[in-house]
């Protein structure tokens, strides 16, 4: 079995965070927002893994249980947050929910 | 102990009013007027006593000393002298009169609105009596804080600035005087090894003299804008043109005298050398203020406002007599503390009573109320009279002494402020003729003052007179503490500003044949 | 007796604080009595104090602490009362001559609404005044001559509900303060050098002090000069005198023609000690007493009110009275300030009763012919004037007026030009005089008499008309039988003016040229006002602005206006929002103006600051990278 090197993996990784962050940054529907912001938290993860495989460590696998977790723990409160927002406002458009202008 | 009773009974008053208006509001009130009038009372026997007792005895009358927090030197330490004693008086004797005031005025919140007022007279009370640095920074901070409730709660229109606008420039020169004790405190500390706050250890610290004048004017900032003195006077017609009367009526008469009473209990004592150097300067700025403030008072439309910048030409007096450094000027200037604080806070309660009748404060709108409220007249006349410094009321004692001891240092000041005399004329005779003479149908058939408002006028009128004929037992009072006050300074003044004639030429009296 | 002495200025006072307090609550019965009754007690124990003064030989000083008013390291004037000759002459003229107002008063006031109000404040200035007269220190005076102003304010506004009544009070308030203020410097300038502000110990130290001429005295001779030159309204400070006439004609009476403004009369002569020692002092009192005469002489000839026309005589007879304190002429000066408080008095009332009769008509062109329908105003009215212009032989004032004439030429102090000016001034003095006599009531009547005066007012009017002729006798010069008794009364307080040494015998002929001189104006007015009338209207239309110059005053309200008025009230408007302020609200907006500027920034949406975290992002890599 070759291994595949270091290096794919961290693309691979880098190509998913920048389509998440483009993604992020173009998209108005706070729900593919938050779908975004997942797609980074897993590249992240990504590169923990592959990271932690090249130097053949296990903290990087245990880095990416944490960032499961998290985005478990973040996903249940933006959901209850996009609810909400949507309740109020009747709109899930982040650009029209601007009420915390200074 | 009568002392830090003083300052509780105000506290646990103003608690016990503001539980007690949820159920009564005359219930709140009478228990704020009765606090008040228990401490006067208690007040004045210690004055009666005082005033029979021995004249060789100490300048301190009452002692109280507590430690609070040993470890850094601070103590809850409190006493009484004449000047502090008189203090009092005017405090307890203003504070029923802005009970008595506020009683129709005041309308909603009323618990709430006594607390602030005790809890203000509470801080004063502190500020007079405290002999330690750091109580008494606390105690000003006490008088601060429900001041601006006051403002900001029960004011008129434009409240919320003239409330921020009065906190900001007290507190921010506040700071300036904590920073200023904190220094005298290592200062001292560094020299002597002990850390400590209290006011007669630190009479006795050696301060370098270029540390120490940077320390006096961190003293000078709170007190010389509390005064207020130009050019940091502005928030004083805004605070008090849009405080309620009795809000006006403790600014003008209590809050501006700590002010002064800084000024002699502090910076001449501690710092007598650097007093002396700044002297010349702090006389002219207190005279230019006496004839500033005399012209923005005539230019103004709004009562309040006027009555206002006349404190600004009033307190110039208090600068130009503490820093003239002689006995005459010091106790001139103790009585215009006094008077100062009786007539114009008799002017405020004047304009609150119109206010209260017309719903304005503009005199454009005012005119021919002799007509209608004769009683008012009379009074509105002895006040405008006061203000002017007609002799027979107290103002004059307080502002000839005041010139004639800046006679002895200074004469050129004391020639322009003795014209400020004229500028006092010209707009104390305005308000006179804007207010009460003239005639303007809109003003006819008003009712005249109420019982309440009777007793009020009568008790200032009987005692602006008083203190006009006989002022000798309130100078008696002050004697030995301005006494203590300028031995500090007589020793380093190297100009003569003591006149030795003064002293030699003894009067002779006569006795009628 | 003598311990009586406070009585007589607490009385007025009680009388009027009893006044103020119950009010308008008295009858119209009760408030005379007690206005008029207080005045009335005190005029008494005067004249007991008086007599027991009078009855002994050596002339008593009365002295009487009453307590001890302000004691601080050595300035210590007590509230005491000091009576000599001097004071007697003074509360003697004010308790009787307010006596005979204050009667007066009760009628000529009956009818208005501030009834006890008016008597108020006219106890209270007679109370004012005879502390000033009586002060045995000069803060006492202070208060005294505070007090008077303070009254006259309040008497002159007395019908404050018309504008130009307050005008004028404030008027007269502002303008004697100011001479007030040169006078509390002085009183400063003299605490420093003496200690103290007794006035007996004052003349007892400045001569051991100062030498003639000293710079000290002489300062302070002037800053007393500016009190007296306010309070008497003499150059500059004269021109609120005649605005005072808005106040009620008693007032003028009392307060503005016999008593108040002669204070600073009695203010010079009581200093006397400091005013010999200061000559240059001395000489600018006689020069403004002489330029003052001749000026308000010269309006006084063009008014049509006929009480400004008596404002501006009482102006010119203070000259007068300066003229003689500046030549040293301490007596006469005293003689003629009684004399001319019983004619002025009395010319003041019967005008009031004029005025009244033809409801409130001032202008002396529209009245005339009043001889017939109100014959005792005009007789006593005749006497008055007689007095005032100085008429020889029969009148007080052709006495009293000869003996400052002949020391005006004669004193040591004195000189031609004084002399001269005193002379015409004589001359004008009985045109203008008689002008008045004979516009008021003689030619025919054009206006309705509506009220005849009754008891109350005639009698205080005979009773002065008496003393305008009789008072005169008390002091003959020396060609016409050398009787001095009110010299010699004050003669151990003021000393006796010294002559110069060559001047013997002219005296009569100055008599002479001085009666010659006030008949031939009597004459003049006659041919003017009553054979050729027509001849002053062309007189006047010929030279407008001359006469426009002399009614107004020669102008010296504009000057006023000009130089300090409206500086003042241009200098108070502009800056009525305090350019203090502008700094602070400078520096409130410009921490408001970057509050806004972050405010900004935070836009409320969301990819705003995604973009913010990204480029802040890149922005830390590159420098990561870079460095």
Known sequence: MTTIPAEYGLVLASVLFMLGLISLLIRRNIVFMLISVEIMLNAAGLAFIVAGAKWSQPDGQVMFLFILTMAAAEVSVGLALILQIYHQLKTLNSDEASKMKG | ?513 | MNDLLWLIPALPFLGSIILILAGTRLSKKSVPLIGVGSVGVSALITLLIGYDFISSDTPPVIKQVLWNWIDVAGFSPSIALHLDSLSLVFIFVITFIGFLIHVYSSEFMVDDDGYARFFAYLNLFVGSMLILVLADNLLLLYFGWEGVGLCSYLLIGFWYQEEKNGYAARKAFIMTRVGDTAMAIGLFMIFKTFGTLNITDIQLQAPVMWEIGATEGTIIAFLLLGGAVGKSAQLPLQTWLPDAMAGPSPVSALIHAATMVTAGVYLITRMHVVFELAPTAQFVVGVIGSVTLLIAGFSALTQYDLKRVLAYSTISQLGYMFLALGVGAWSAAIFHFMIHAFFKALLFLAAGAVIMALHHEHDMFKMGGLRKKLPVIYWTFLIGAASLAALPLITAGFFSKDQILWLAWAGEKGNVWFFLVALSGAFITAVYTFRMVFLTFFGEEKSHVTHIPGSFINIPLIILAILSTLAGFIELPHSFGHFQLFTNFLNPLLPATTLQSEIESTEWMIQVSAAALSIGGTLLAYYLYVKRPSLHAQFKSAVPQLHNFLLHGWRFDSLYDWVFVKPFVYLAAINKNDFVDWPYNALVNVASFIHRMFAFTQSGILRWYLIGVVLGAILILTLGLML
Not at chain 2, 346 to 351: N, Q
Request: net charge neutral; proline share 3%; glycine share 8%.
């Open chain 2, 1 to 513: 102990m009568i002392l830090s009773g003083f300052i509780l009974s105000f506290m646990i008053g103003g608690i016990l009013a503001w539980m007690a208006a949820l159920k009564n509001l005359v219930l709140a009130r009478w228990i704020s007027l009765i606090t008040v009038c228990f401490n006067l009372f208690i007040v004045i026997i210690l004055w009666v006593q005082h005033l029979q007792g021995d004249e060789s005895q100490s300048a301190w009358i009452l002692d109280f000393s507590l430690p609070w927090i040993p470890r850094f030197g601070i103590g809850f330490h409190l006493a009484l002298d004449g000047l502090s004693l008189l203090m009092l008086l005017l405090t307890f004797f203003l504070g029923a009169l802005s009970v008595l005031i506020s009683w129709k005025e005041i309308q909603h919140q009323v618990g709430l609105y006594h607390f602030c007022l005790l809890w203000v007279l509470a801080g004063i009370t502190g500020v007079f009596l405290a002999m330690d640095l750091f109580l008494f920074f606390f105690f000003w901070e006490v008088m601060l804080i429900p001041m601006f409730f006051l403002i900001i709660i029960w004011g008129h229109e434009n409240s919320r600035y003239a409330a921020f606008k009065f906190f900001i420039f007290t507190q921010a020169s506040g700071l300036l005087m904590l920073v200023a004790i904190l220094g005298l405190y290592f200062v001292h500390a560094n020299q002597t090894g002990t850390f400590t706050f209290d006011y007669f250890q630190l009479l006795g610290a050696d301060i370098p003299s270029g540390a120490a004048m940077w320390l006096m004017l961190g003293f000078l900032a709170a007190f010389i804008v509390k005064l207020p003195v130009i050019p940091f006077h502005t928030w004083l017609p805004d605070a008090h043109s849009q405080a309620p009367t009795a809000g006006s009526l403790i600014l003008a008469g209590l809050l501006l005298k700590t002010g002064a009473y800084g000024l002699l209990r502090f910076i001449v004592p501690l710092f007598r050398d650097q007093a002396v150097a700044i002297a010349p300067w702090a006389m002219a700025i207190g005279v230019f203020g006496i004839i500033y403030g005399a012209i923005l008072a005539f230019s103004q439309t709004d009562l309040k406002r006027l009555v206002a910048y006349t404190s600004v030409s009033h307190m110039g007096f208090i600068m130009l007599g503490v820093f003239s450094f002689n006995m005459i000027a010091t106790q001139g200037v103790v009585m215009q503390m006094i008077t100062h604080g009786i007539s114009t806070g008799a002017l405020f309660i004047l304009a609150g009573i119109i206010y209260e009748r017309i719903h304005t404060r503009d005199i454009t709108r005012m005119g021919g109320f002799w007509k209608s409220m004769p009683f008012l007249g009379t009074c509105g006349l002895i006040f405008a009279m006061a203000s002017l410094g007609l002799p027979g009321l107290g103002n004059f004692v307080a502002e000839f002494l005041v010139l004639v001891g800046a006679w002895q240092a200074t004469h050129k000041l004391t020639i322009i402020a003795t014209i400020g005399l004229v500028a006092a004329t010209i707009y104390s005779l305005r308000i006179l003729q804007k207010v009460f003479y003239g005639n303007q149908s809109a003003t006819h058939g008003l009712a005249d003052l109420s019982f309440r408002e009777k007793l009020v006028m009568i008790v200032l009128v009987v005692s602006l007179i008083w203190l006009g004929l006989f002022p000798q037992p309130v100078l008696n009072t002050s004697r030995p503490s301005v006494n203590v006050i300028l031995e500090t300074t007589a020793s380093s003044d190297e100009n003569g500003t003591r006149n030795p004639k003064i002293i030699t030429i003894k009067q002779k009296r006569y006795t009628h044949e």
